[in-house]
């Protein structure tokens, strides 16, 4: 059926052979499919309007210096100021993907059945829903702990650590500060750490009363993650809240036990509305034919036809063999009646001369002669008397033999030396077949696709083979809070490895979760992704191909992780927050015992020529936190008033940019490792099965360089010919073959020329 309408297509589409080839193989999904996304109501609520935000920063202005630790009061107005900042920056991502995903084309080289089509969407729908949220949470999420596990002093309230003040203008080792130990009114508590950081919070409280769901603790953003909108379902409590003449309105048409993390999760979205109209789908694709089988008895009008040939052909060929027959096997009958006949007489012997062989040769030759002379394939019936007629059958007979003869010898010359194209099919080819086809004829053969779009996730299989830093005991929590053997009274300063060894190893193992999640997320979009071919391609073919793919991927990937690390790198530089090793709260005495915060200047080692090798010389500076040279300093272990310089561990400004370009060489080093061991707990049990790592290849590059490439040694990459072959599912094999003709056609061909020529 050429060009068949949607009407005429539907009459026919529960045909199950059905095959119909699109004129537009390419269509954008947002010519067919419609989806649009209904966000939460907390996003077109009062409660992220500037009334409401202003209202609780005019409490929170009022009541900060009489507040408890955990007031609500507290961070009530940053909370909801940061969830409107959320539902602005999710709205944001979820249209701008979104225009992305409908401008993307839908490839197929055949038109997809209306069920098939629906669930095709659908899944791709549920795929590229889940995908946008993961890699919005995930990147959040990332951001949050890496701020928070570098412990920031934080604005409006200081919610995570406290300074330590000193007296002098500078030190050449600063004390760090001291975290904050949170209390809470179900008697539990917690002191703010890196380790620490965003899991430390608790309920908050409006006087002396926990707040159902809503959290606080060291990060107000960590502890909002965890915390529900429960209380805000309360209309009382909302107007007890505000105690402002304006009526701020609650929710009341969403789940209240979800947390804010779980929401982010789905993008602040409370629901999709998603539509795919086959009619759009099939206008798009645009058949240019249809095609079918059916199965069913010949009809009448067929076998009279086929009969009336079959009767035609033995017509022609019975004219020609039955009058040769008939003559011959006359005569022959004719002799064998009059033998029969013959009376017999007495034997005489008469003496004959012995013919010879020449004699014999001239009488078959005369005979032979006289045969040709007298040779009439066109005798009338009944023959004719007169000489002249006779004679004219007999010039046309031989006219005839030799027009045949001579036709009969260049067909079979052509025959014998023109080469001849024979075209050959093979129905539903095994991936066995189709690869022997392959070996012997690679040119030629031609297997289309049934199915031209085929997810990679059949197709192949990537297992990263992670830094065994990332699965070793010194990411795990008994290890980051492994305890040292330490007076209470000894004052840590930031040069420590003490001081250094939570954050340190907390802040690697982030890094590692969050390597290991941009892989998995990513490995999905993979496999998410269409490889597109018309036709099945061979072994060697198909190999290369999915190589590209997965270079491509594995060069694409750690881009955008590195990308997030940049940024945070360029955002701590850039508004230079306060840590520790950057800063110094003073008491100007001068000044009536002032508090003064001013920025950490002390002598830095900065290498030569920006290297950190242990073999470079060291030149001394005045460096501060402000300067644009990225300055660092050795880590120690102080032990027994000797300092012992721990191997590739830098102190910088922030702890993030310390532990980047600091190496893990230390945990290669039995020495180095000893002497960490022996400043710690030794009933710890951690240390008994805890060991040195491997040596490597990589012991001394920098950290930023293996997060760099999300701690990937090395990729084990599994391809699937036979699976891919299964997906494209050829429903037939074309090839030709260049041969001479074979002996039967010919034979056949010259008995076609006799019949014509007669």
């Avoid at 360089?705 to 074309?734: D, R, T, V």
């Amino acid at each position: 059926m050429e060009f068949p309408s949607f009407e005429q297509y539907s009459s026919i589409s529960t045909e199950t052979s059905l095959q119909c080839f699109c004129r537009k193989i390419a269509i954008k999904y947002k010519e067919f499919i419609q989806i649009v996304p209904y966000y939460h109501e907390l996003c077109t609520s009062d409660l992220i309007s500037d009334d409401f935000i202003t209202e609780l920063y005019n409490t929170y202005v009022q009541t900060w210096i009489n507040s408890t630790q955990s007031d609500f009061y507290n961070i009530a107005a940053f909370q909801f100021n940061t969830l409107r900042r959320l539902c602005e920056l999710t709205r944001e991502t979820t249209e701008n993907n979104l225009e992305i995903f409908l401008q993307t084309e839908f490839i197929h080289s055949q038109l997809i059945a209306r069920e098939s089509l629906q669930i095709q969407i659908s899944s791709l729908l549920t795929d590229f829903i889940q995908s946008i949220s993961k890699a919005f949470l995930r990147t959040l999420t990332f951001i949050q702990n890496i701020t928070a596990q570098n412990l920031f002093m934080t604005g409006g309230s200081v919610t995570s650590v406290s300074p330590t003040l000193k007296t002098d203008d500078y030190e050449e080792n600063p004390i760090g500060y001291q975290g904050i130990t949170y209390h809470f009114l179900d008697n539990s508590s917690c002191t703010c750490s890196s380790s620490t950081s965003t899991i430390c919070m608790g309920l908050a409280t409006i006087e002396n009363e926990t707040l159902p769901g809503f959290q606080t603790g060291c990060y107000m953003f960590s502890a909002l993650l965890k915390s529900t909108l429960e209380v805000f379902y309360d209309q009382t409590f909302i107007d007890d809240l505000s105690n402002s003449s304006i009526n701020f309105q609650k929710l009341n048409s969403s789940v209240s036990n979800q947390t804010i993390e779980q929401l982010l999760g789905g993008m602040l979205i409370s629901q999709w509305k998603k539509e795919t109209f086959f009619d759009k789908y099939y206008s798009q694709c645009s058949p240019d034919t249809c095609q079918y089988t059916i199965t069913k008895r010949n009809d009448f009008l067929f076998i009279l036809t086929s009969l009336i040939g079959l009767f035609g052909g033995l017509s022609s060929a019975y004219h020609i063999i039955a009058p040769l027959v008939v003559n011959k096997l006359w005569a022959i009958m004719l002799t064998l009646q009059k033998r029969k006949k013959t009376v017999t007489t007495p034997w005489v012997h008469t003496a004959n001369n012995p013919t010879s062989i020449a004699d014999r040769l001239r009488n078959i030759i005369r005979t032979t002669k006289q045969l040709v002379i007298k040779l009439n394939l066109f005798n009338s019936i009944p023959p004719s008397e007169d000489q002249n007629i006779v004679r004219q059958q007999r010039i046309i007979t031989w006219i005839y033999l030799i027009l045949l003869t001579s036709s009969m010898i260049i067909i079979v010359i052509y025959s014998s030396v023109q080469p001849h194209t024979v075209h050959f099919t093979k129905d539903s080819p095994s991936s066995k077949d189709f690869i022997e086809l392959y070996a012997k004829y690679p040119l030629t053969l031609s297997c289309p696709c049934s199915n031209s779009a085929i997810d990679l996730y059949f197709l192949t299989k990537l297992i990263p083979e992670y830094h065994e830093i990332c699965s070793s005991q010194f990411v795990s929590s008994d290890w980051i809070n492994l305890q040292f053997v330490r007076s209470e009274s000894e004052m840590l300063s930031t040069s420590d490895i003490r001081y250094h060894f939570e954050y340190f190893f907390q802040i690697i193992s982030t890094l590692c979760q969050m390597s290991t999640q941009t892989v998995e997320d990513s490995l999905q979009s993979l496999y998410r992704t269409k490889f597109i071919t018309t036709e099945a391609l061979d072994v060697q073919s198909f190999e290369i191909q999915i190589n590209l793919i997965i270079e491509q991927f594995q060069r694409t990937t750690p881009e955008s992780f590195q990308r997030i690390l940049n940024l945070l790198k360029t955002t701590f530089d850039i508004n230079q927050f306060i840590v520790p090793t950057n800063s110094l709260f003073r008491i100007d005495l001068i000044s009536s015992a002032k508090i003064v915060l001013i920025p950490n200047g002390f002598l830095w080692k900065r290498p030569v020529n920006n290297s950190l090798s242990s073999n470079v010389i060291y030149t001394k500076e005045n460096c501060f936190s402000t300067s644009s040279i990225e300055c660092y300093q050795n880590i120690f272990l102080y032990e027994n008033e000797t300092q012992f310089i721990i191997p590739g561990m830098y102190q910088s400004w922030f702890p993030l940019h310390s532990i980047l370009m600091s190496t893990l060489e230390c945990l290669y080093d039995e020495i180095c490792f000893g002497k960490i061991k022996r400043i710690t707990n030794s009933t710890s049990t951690v240390l008994k099965n805890i060991s040195i790592l491997k040596s490597s290849n990589n012991q001394y590059d920098q950290i930023d360089s293996l997060a760099k490439n999300l701690f990937i040694q090395s990729w084990i990459n599994e391809s699937y010919f036979g699976s891919y072959y299964n997906q494209c599912n050829p429903l037939m094999c074309q090839y030709t073959i260049e041969t001479r003709l074979s002996l039967i056609y010919i034979i056949t061909t010259i008995i076609g020329l006799v019949g014509g020529i007669n």
